[in-house]
């Protein structure tokens, strides 16, 4: 309910309740991206583009958060920053061309990839406890060997079977929703 009052403030220009969405998040925002090869003023930058496409985003859609709005706008703020990133690394300058940014292309596949993560987080709930435990340490890159020391597994073999039986299940509910094909499409 809490994070409907923010939402709603965000579309109302709310200056009151958006200088508490300020001091309580751009800080954190700031530090990771100076963690992650940024400067000041990128940090904000970013923290504005993420209000800017949140607002519009719960204008066009009324969504709902299933997170808190802190952890929300920090996740939109991490991946438009590191899209950001991936942009500049693919760039190649040539001083006498001057580069016309699609700014609405970049929020339109920002907003898809958001879209992605909730899809895929809504639907690591409705697999099992088990499954989500192996595949939370096996998406944080944890070796083989130590899924086996932190579960009842008695091989690396059987774990890595697991795993592909989890990512499996995973895979076959993310594209039995119909949410799917669009987000897939979306992204081509």
């Known amino acids: 309910m809490k994070d409907i009052f923010f939402l709603k403030a965000l579309v109302e220009e709310d200056k009151r309740v958006l200088l508490t969405i300020y001091k309580n998040n751009l800080p954190k925002v700031k530090s990771f991206v100076l963690k992650n090869n940024g400067n000041m003023e990128d940090a904000e930058d970013i923290f504005q583009k993420a209000l800017l496409q949140i607002s519009m985003r719960y204008k066009k859609e009324k969504f709902t958060i299933t997170t808190s709005f802190d952890g929300y706008l ?12 991936n942009k500049h690394k693919n760039r190649v300058t040539n001083s006498e061309i001057v580069e016309l940014a699609n700014e609405d292309r ?9 879209k992605r993560q909730e899809l895929f987080i809504e639907k690591m709930k409705e697999i099992s406890e088990n499954c989500r435990q192996i595949l939370f340490m096996f998406f944080a890159k944890t ?3 130590e899924i086996v020391a932190a579960t009842e597994y008695n091989s690396e073999t059987v774990v890595r079977q697991r795993v592909f039986k989890c990512k499996k299940k995973l895979t076959e509910i993310i ?6 094909n669009s987000l897939r499409e979306a992204w081509a």
């Open 175 to 180: 594209k039995a929703d119909k949410r799917y």
């Open 143 to 145: 070796s083989y060997a």
């Open 106 to 114: 970049e929020n339109s596949l920002a907003l898809v990839e958001q």
């Open 74 to 85: 920090f996740t939109v703020c991490k991946n438009l920053w590191r899209r950001e990133l």
